[in-house]
């Protein structure tokens, strides 16, 4: 093991002789240990460092700077061979090559250099992404070198996605579905709006037979795309989205030729006496208009948890609970147990809700509907009038 060895992705992190040393550093002495290692060996004026931290005080500026230094140099001292860790002389400050230590940002720009695919280096190279660049780290007053955090931060976020995107490709190439999947929300999750990535996600549930979750993944996306950015995905992305729908469409249509032979099309029309005053009212009306199109007994296999939530807000729905007791009413989960209520009767029957009164839909079944829609392939459709 390394004598020195030294993190500055995610939390900073620095050990000497296996100890942990970051409470015998400044935090300024910190930076100014990070900006040295980012120059690879490479010679940084005293001055500019100086500015850097000490804008404001130019006439302690040096003096400070000469303070750090010399701390640094107190707690990390010559190596074995009576190698410095930083040289510095009147003009220039620099990491020394001769001493040996170990530095995650160091070993991954070196590994890049190499443009190495080999997996199992490209699963140690992600396992050093503990988060961003000098995590937490800000200097009142020090625009210039919080603006040099920023741009580090962007350089390690984009050797991030690339690690990710090599590890994908190996995944692809070996057919390992469940890594390939968790690879590619690792990267959505650091940028969220690659339109290539959502691409290649829906790709891989479509060829995983997983088309329906391939179609909610875009109706995600489409939606925060619209909603914090006010765009829209672009054609490559849209025409497989429509391409799945076509298919989708198809299949219904001769599923539905099925199910209206064996008399399981259920249509159910909802709002009709709406009252937006009312939480819960088009939910509700939902609610009780399955109990009227279902038999008792095919509502009763649906999981007893479900059945509970619903009572919440249908009292109807006691009928089918045995010694319900009341609890508390949380939102998404009632949400999530009417959605897998419709979800259970759906397996059997083709299930059309119609709702009517579209401007008169109370607040919570609004946001109901809309968390539905994003998340089942039910028919939902919504009629401005009742003729």
């Known amino acids: 093991m390394d004598k020195l060895n030294i993190n500055l992705l995610g939390n ?3 050990y000497y002789n296996g100890e942990l040393i970051n409470n015998k550093l400044s935090a300024k002495s910190i930076g100014v240990l990070a900006i040295l290692l980012c120059n690879e060996y490479k010679k940084v004026t005293r001055e500019k ?19 750090n230094l010399w701390n640094l140099k107190k707690v990390i001292s010559n190596d074995e061979n009576d190698n410095e860790f930083i040289i510095s002389d009147n003009k220039y400050c620099y990491i ?18 190499e443009k190495s695919s080999d997996i199992n280096t490209l699963k140690k190279l ?35 996605i690339q690690t990710l995107n090599k590890l994908l490709d190996q995944y692809l190439n070996l057919n390992v ?21 959502h691409y290649k996600l829906m790709n891989l549930l479509i060829n995983n037979k997983e088309s329906n979750l391939a179609i909610i993944h875009y109706k995600k996306y489409q939606t925060s795309l619209r909603e914090d950015l006010n765009i829209f995905p672009q054609k490559k992305i849209k025409d497989l989205y429509l391409k799945l729908i076509n298919n989708k469409n198809n ?34 009306d939902l609610l009780e208009k399955l ?32 010694n319900y007791s009341n609890t508390e009413l949380i939102e998404i989960r009632l949400y999530h147990s009417v959605k897998n209520i419709l979800t259970y009767l759906s397996k059997d029957f ?22 539905l829609s994003s998340n089942t392939n039910l028919f939902i459709k919504y009629i401005e009038d009742k003729n």
């Open 291 to 322: 109990m009227l199109s279902f038999k008792k007994n095919i509502l009763q296999g649906i999981p007893k948890i479900y059945l509970c939530d619903a009572c919440l807000i249908q009292p109807s729905f006691y009928d089918l609970v045995n």
């Open 177 to 197: 579905y469940d890594s390939a999947k968790d690879t590619l929300e690792e990267i959505l999750l650091i940028n969220p709006y690659d339109e290539e990535s």
């Open 350 to 371: 083709l299930i059309q809700i119609y709702i009517y009164n579209v401007d008169k839909i109370d607040e919570k079944s609004t946001k109901f509907f809309k968390f």
């Open 49 to 67: 460092l100086a500015y850097m931290f000490w804008p404001e005080s130019f006439e302690t500026a040096n003096y400070n700077l000469r303070y």
């Open 96 to 113: 020394n090559q001769d001493y040996n230590f170990n530095s995650d940002i160091t070993y991954l720009e070196n590994i890049n250099k």
């Open 251 to 284: 299949e219904e249509i001769n599923h539905s030729k099925k199910v209206l032979k064996d008399g399981n099309n259920i249509i159910i029309r909802i709002n009709e006496y709406a009252d937006s005053s009312v939480n819960y009212f088009a939910m509700s």
């Open 12 to 14: 900073v992190e620095i």
């Open 126 to 160: 992600k396992e050093l992404f503990r988060g961003e660049f000098l995590e937490n780290f800000y200097f009142k007053e020090c625009d210039d070198f919080n603006d040099w955090i920023f741009y580090q931060r962007s350089i390690f976020q984009k050797l991030h």
